[in-house]
C-alpha cells in the first residue's frame, strides 16, 4: 500500500506528504561551454545534469513543476549535495525536492556551470554595464579551495552563463511537458544562494516563462526596472533570508523589495530568526499570515496560492464534467447549465460588436446570454463534442447545427474555452467557425 493510499480522503494534494517518490538521476537538459577565453570562446562543451523526483502515483493529469538550483558561491555544491565543512548545516536542493515530490510535484534539481570551469556566458546578456563587483562570499570560498581572488570579468562570466543553465533547464522541462506530465502553467524555479540568484535572474533578467520563484537567501543581480517586460504581469517572489545572513544578502533585502514592488512584481519576504546563511527547512519563522511556521511549509503555501492549485484538488473540473455540461446544452437546461458557473461567471458570446464577442457576467446576465441560443434556434444542438481538461483551463469542440428564424439550417464547427474554479466554471469563451 503505498503513501496515498493510506492517507486517503483526508489528504490535501500539494500541501501533504501523500506520495513515495521515485527518481530518475543523470538526465542531460543541454550543454554549456567551458574553458572560456574572450578571443577563443570556449575550449569544449561539457553535458548539464539534472535529476528528476517524481510522485510515485497511477492518478492521471499534469502536475505543478519545481526546478531547484544548489548553492555553493558558484564554486561548490552539487544537484545531491550541499554539505560543507565548517559550515551551519543547510537542507540540500534534493532534499527539497523530495519533500516536494511528496506532496505531487514533478521535481528537478540542476547542475549548472561554476566559475573555476571559465563558463562561456553566452549570448543572452542580462547584467548592466558598469555591474558594482563585490567578490565578498565568492573569495572567501576561493580561498577554501586553494584559489586566487576572482576579477570582474570572472563574476560576470559566471552569472551570465549559470542564469543561462537555469533558463536552459525550464526550456527543457516546457518541451518535455507533456511526456513529464508537467502542467506548463505551473512552472516555479528556486534555489538556495548563489542558485537562488540564478533563478531570479532568469526570471526577471531573462524573463524565463515561470509561473513563481522561491529564493533562498539569494538576490538577483539584473536591474527590474530594465528587464521587466511590459504587456505581461511578472512571476511572484517568496524570498526567505536569514536575520544574520551574510551582508551582501542581508542589506540588498529592502532595496530588492521596493525594486521589485515598482516593478510590478507580486513579492513576499520572510526572515528566518536567529539564523545565518545556512538554515534547514525546518528552520522555524513567522508564516506570511502572522502564525508560527516553518520555512518548507511557507514555500508550499506560497506555491500553493500562487501556482492556483487548490482548482488540482478534489472537486477539480474533469472531462466527464465538462460532457455533462454539454449534455444541458442539448436538453436546454437552464437551471442545469447554471448549476456549472460560479457567482462571478463571465460568457464571451461568439459575435457581437466587441473585441471577444458580446460579453455577459455575473449569474443573471450569462443566463440571459445562455438563452438567447435557444430562443434562435429552438433546436440548437451542440454534437461529436470532445473535451480537454489542464488544470484551471480547458476547452470544448462541437459541431453546432440548428434552424434559424429565415428556416435556413445551420451547421457549424466551434469550441469554448474555458477557465475554471474548483469544479465550476468562471469564463466561457465561445468561438464558431464562419462558412463563406
Known amino acids: 500500500m503505498n503513501a496515498v493510499d493510506r492517507t486517503g480522503a483526508s489528504a490535501r ?3 501533504d506528504k501523500i506520495y513515495e517518490v521515485d527518481i530518475e538521476s543523470d538526465v542531460t537538459y543541454g550543454v554549456g561551454g567551458v574553458g572560456y577565453e574572450s578571443a577563443k570562446g570556449a575550449a569544449r562543451h561539457r553535458d548539464l545534469k539534472l535529476d528528476i523526483y517524481r510522485p510515485r502515483t497511477s492518478e492521471a493529469g499534469l502536475r505543478p513543476a519545481l526546478i531547484l538550483a544548489f548553492g555553493g558561491a558558484f564554486h561548490r555544491g552539487s544537484k545531491s549535495v550541499e554539505v560543507f565543512e565548517g559550515e551551519n548545516p543547510s537542507t540540500a536542493m534534493a532534499e527539497y525536492c523530495r519533500e516536494f515530490a511528496r506532496r505531487g510535484y514533478i521535481c528537478f534539481s540542476i547542475d549548472y556551470r561554476l566559475m573555476q570551469e571559465d563558463p562561456d556566458p553566452g549570448v543572452t546578456p542580462f547584467l548592466p554595464p558598469n555591474l558594482p563587483f563585490k567578490a565578498g562570499r565568492i573569495d572567501v570560498v576561493r580561498g577554501i579551495l586553494g584559489l586566487p581572488p576572482c576579477t570582474a ?40 544562494s548563489a542558485g537562488a540568484s540564478i533563478a531570479l535572474n532568469a526570471a526577471y533578467g531573462e524573463n524565463a516563462p515561470v509561473a513563481a520563484v522561491v529564493s533562498i537567501s539569494g538576490r538577483t543581480a539584473a536591474k527590474l526596472d530594465v528587464c521587466i517586460q511590459p504587456g505581461s504581469p511578472p512571476p511572484p517572489a517568496l524570498m526567505l533570508y536569514g536575520e544574520d545572513d551574510l551582508p551582501d544578502i542581508l542589506n540588498f533585502q529592502a532595496p530588492m523589495g521596493a525594486a521589485m514592488t515598482k516593478a510590478g512584481i507580486d513579492n513576499s519576504f520572510l526572515v528566518v530568526p536567529k539564523a ?10 513567522t508564516g506570511a499570515d502572522g ?13 500553493y496560492d500562487r501556482l ?11 472531462v466527464a464534467r465538462l ?4 449534455d444541458a446544452w442539448n436538453r436546454h437546461d437552464i437551471d442545469d447549465l447554471m448549476s456549472f458557473m460560479t457567482d462571478d461567471c463571465v460568457f464571451q458570446a461568439n459575435a457581437g460588436g466587441e473585441v471577444f464577442g458580446t460579453t455577459y457576467a455575473g449569474r443573471e446576465d450569462v443566463r440571459r446570454g445562455y438563452m438567447k441560443a435557444w430562443q434562435t434556434y429552438p433546436d440548437a444542438r451542440w454534437n461529436n463534442a470532445r473535451h480537454a481538461v489542464c488544470g484551471d483551463r480547458g476547452f470544448s469542440e462541437w459541431v453546432f447545427t440548428g434552424v434559424g428564424p429565415d428556416a435556413q ?3 457549424i464547427a466551434g469550441c469554448d474555452l474555458f477557465e475554471f474554479r474548483g469544479d465550476k466554471i468562471v469564463v466561457k469563451n465561445s468561438f464558431r467557425k464562419r462558412p463563406a
Open 409 to 411: 439550417k445551420v451547421e
Open 276 to 285: 545565518n546563511h545556512f538554515y534547514l527547512r525546518t528552520a522555524g519563522l
Open 308 to 318: 492556483r492549485l487548490s482548482s488540482l484538488g478534489a472537486g477539480a473540473m474533469s
Open 13 to 15: 494534494p500539494y500541501l
Open 291 to 303: 502564525r508560527p511556521s516553518d520555512v518548507e511549509t511557507e514555500i508550499a503555501a506560497f506555491l
Open 153 to 192: 570579468q570572472m563574476m560576470f562570466n559566471t552569472l551570465e552563463a549559470a542564469t543561462d543553465d537555469m533558463s536552459k533547464a525550464v526550456a527543457f522541462v516546457r518541451s518535455r511537458a507533456p511526456a513529464l506530465n508537467v502542467d506548463l502553467s505551473r512552472i516555479a524555479i528556486g534555489g538556495f
Open 323 to 326: 460532457q455533462a455540461f454539454a
